[in-house]
């Protein structure tokens, strides 16, 4: 990767960018490279320079603009960028810098592209699902637990999925076929834990991702999840999420057997996991509307110093963890 694709990422994400030093040099492209063209994407959902129908527009067009590269498309999206009569925003800074993201994906190899392009397509296709039916006028919830599962497998099971076809690609390492699902478990589980960490984030953009399902169970309206009065009927809906999503994690265990025995390859796994869990264990103790949920710097620097430790003994430790967190919903 060369200096200019190293600054955009550290400006993106620092903890992206400091992370990937972690992962096979030879995976760090590739990942990368996906990771950026996703947030390309959610770039174009996110910003306030293209009206809805524009969005829509350029998501369903995004993954082409790289496969076929054709001048006209590139340069209409970059006018429109760049007329917005619009105040910078991180967003608006990063599609205007869409031609760099384009010549890195041209440094890929085939089979590297390949795979980048289907997690793009993927994840283009959660985006889409969410703008078509949030419309940002009126708070709405999902209306089925299987909508809230589509639209998981879309923005954190293909992710998942990519992540493993490129280790696999990269090390040849023997798998049994079963691994892509187990991947893409872990994935939409991981989604679930920004969902519910995000509840409060996304009620003030109108968007509930908890499913009518859920909350009529509770006699609750989509509008209504934010009273004071409606806490424990929420807080209910929430336990349930995040014990269906930590026994989902578990998977993790087998998942690693199937990995090669490379210690940064495996930390690369096995830390948002971990982290995974804590949030969980955050939003059982501590949810509330007003009170923002963020791990402390002391666990996940805790987690990084005693990783050497927890790889060997992951089994023994994710157990604990889920039953730790099981017993703490005694309700459940």
């Known amino acids: 990767m060369n200096k200019q694709i190293k600054q955009l990422l550290k400006t993106i994400s620092r903890s992206f960018y400091l992370s990937i030093k972690f992962i096979p040099k030879n995976m760090q492209k590739c990942f990368a490279c996906g990771y950026l063209l996703c947030r390309y994407a959610d770039s174009i959902a996110d910003t306030n320079i293209f009206t809805n129908e524009r969005k829509s ?70 985006m889409l699902l969410d703008l078509e039916y949030f419309d940002g006028k009126k708070i709405k919830a999902l209306e089925t637990k299987k909508q809230l599962d589509e639209y998981c497998y879309y923005i954190g099971g293909m992710p998942g999925v990519f992540w493993t076809k490129l280790i696999m690609l990269k090390t040849k390492a023997h798998h049994n076929p079963q691994i892509y699902l187990q991947a893409e478990k872990i994935g939409k589980a991981l989604q679930v834990v920004n969902i519910l960490k995000d509840i409060e984030q996304d009620y003030n953009l109108k968007r509930c991702y908890l499913s009518q399902e859920d909350l009529k169970v509770y006699n609750l309206n989509p509008e209504d999840i934010n009273k004071p009065q409606n806490f424990y009927k929420l807080k209910q809906i929430i336990d349930g999420h995040i014990l269906s999503t930590a026994n989902n994690l578990k998977v993790i265990n087998e998942y690693l057997s199937q990995i090669p025995n490379n210690f940064f390859l495996k930390l690369s796994i096995v830390l948002p996991i971990l982290f995974a869990f804590e949030t969980l264990t955050l939003i059982a103790r501590d949810f509330n509307f007003g009170k923002p949920l963020k791990i402390s710097k002391l666990k996940v620097y805790s987690a990084i110093a005693f990783s050497p430790l927890t790889i060997p003994f992951l089994n023994i430790i994710i157990r604990k963890k889920y039953k730790t967190l099981k017993n703490s919903l005694t309700h459940i």
């Open 57 to 126: 527009y350029w998501l369903q067009k995004f993954p082409s603009l790289y496969i076929y590269q054709q001048k006209n498309d590139i340069e209409l999206l970059l006018k429109e960028i760049f007329e917005a009569n619009k105040q910078s925003t991180p967003e608006k800074k990063l599609l205007e810098s869409f031609k760099l993201s384009l010549s890195f994906f041209n440094t890929l190899d085939e089979e590297e592209k390949k795979l980048v392009l289907e997690v793009l397509e993927n994840v283009c296709k959660g």
